[in-house]
Nanobody
């Protein structure tokens, strides 16, 4: 059974940084794409960044130049480095991947940016 566990969220002042981690078990990240989503209160879940199996990276316009997605296949872990955080980045952040057996989500980690 595949499982994703996010960590690294917390409370940070505007302009600060956080690094989120997504540790996978029961599934091999090196064979898969990884995506980070976020959901703010009262809003739909939106994709923030993704990295394909081959390393192609895409970002939402709202985070370009501030967030960096990466992966460490040896550790079976994905990362989202978030710099220059803004109030509007406050949300629950989710790690996501998928394979032929289904789509997998972590439990989410709260990121709160304060002024």
């Amino acid at each position: 059974q595949a499982q994703l566990v996010e960590s690294g969220g917390g409370l940070v002042q505007a302009g600060g940084s956080l690094r989120l981690s997504c540790a996978a078990s029961g599934i091999t990240f090196s064979n898969l794409a990884i995506a980070w989503y976020r959901q703010a209160p009262g809003k739909q879940r939106e994709v923030v960044a993704s990295i394909s199996r081959g390393g192609t990276i895409e970002y939402a316009d709202s985070v370009k130049g501030r967030f960096t997605i990466s992966r460490d296949n040896a550790k079976n872990t994905g990362y989202l480095q978030m710099n220059s955080l803004k109030l509007e980045d406050t949300a629950v952040y989710y790690c996501n991947t998928w394979d032929v057996s289904g789509t997998f989500w972590g439990q989410g980690t709260q990121v709160t940016v304060s002024s």
